[in-house]
């Protein structure tokens, strides 16, 4: 079935560095592509989406592209903050409008 | 707009027990569902609801039931606790087809079950 697969593991990393959180997926038609964010005890929100190939999301300083030919919608910031320690997740809308998400990566942000 | 709000936030239950888990949204959306958070496995849908009075199974729905009598509220029924049922639980809330792409969560419910 239609899923996305994220990197293992927690990212830790110093204030300012540069962030790159992996996201591949597989489905069988044209799905539209999400990365959302947990902050620590809060739901989680719409961070940034892709809705067809090439389409480049981008909101807060994070940017993800819509690659088709390598089925990925890998996230990146170039100057991370404290601020944006959280959980990040990688989500796939799929047909009958369902979402399958990441297993979620958990970002640390060192100052 | 609070948004989508949930009730309560934390409980713990013994095996057995049974309880509903609160939902409300007061954004107006005809879509609402339930997920269940657990370590290093992302969300997966429990039930979810299209419209007052429609409800469907997601990918977990045993254990589950739900019911939806009015656009605002979409409450999640226990009926027998089990162990395996500790986990954080989100609602969530969307548009019908013009608010595809984005869906509100609400805060969870820290859900212990001994």
Redesign the interface.
């Known amino acids: 079935g239609d899923s996305v697969t994220q990197m293992e593991g927690p990212v830790t990393l110093s204030e300012e560095a540069f962030l790159t959180i992996n996201c591949t997926y597989t489905a069988t038609g044209y799905p ?1 592509l ?1 990365w959302y964010v947990q902050y620590p ?6 961070l940034l ?1 892709a ?1 067809k190939a090439d389409d480049k999301g981008s909101n807060k300083g994070f940017e993800a592209t819509y690659r088709k030919e390598t089925t990925s919608f890998h996230l990146e910031k170039g100057s991370v903050q404290v601020s944006d320690s959280a959980v990040y ?1 990688c989500v796939l ?1 799929y047909g009958n ?3 399958a ?4 990566n958990q970002v640390v942000v060192i100052p | 707009n609070a948004g989508v709000t949930q009730t309560p936030k934390f409980q713990v239950l013994k095996t057995g027990q049974s309880m509903t888990l609160q939902c409300a949204q007061d954004m107006n959306h005809e879509y609402m569902s339930w997920y269940r958070q657990d370590p290093g496995m992302g969300l997966r849908l429990i039930h979810y609801s299209v419209g007052a009075g429609i409800t469907d199974q997601g990918e977990v729905p045993n254990g589950y039931n739900v019911s939806r009598s009015t656009t605002e509220d979409f409450p999640l029924r226990l009926l027998s606790a089990a162990p395996s049922q500790t986990s954080v639980y989100f609602c969530a809330s969307r548009n019908g087809a013009s608010g595809l792409y984005e869906q509100y969560f609400g805060p969870g419910t820290r859900l212990t079950v001994t």
């Open positions: 539209s999400f005890g809060e739901g989680l929100q719409l989406k809705t997740f809308l409008n369902r979402l998400f990441g297993k979620g």
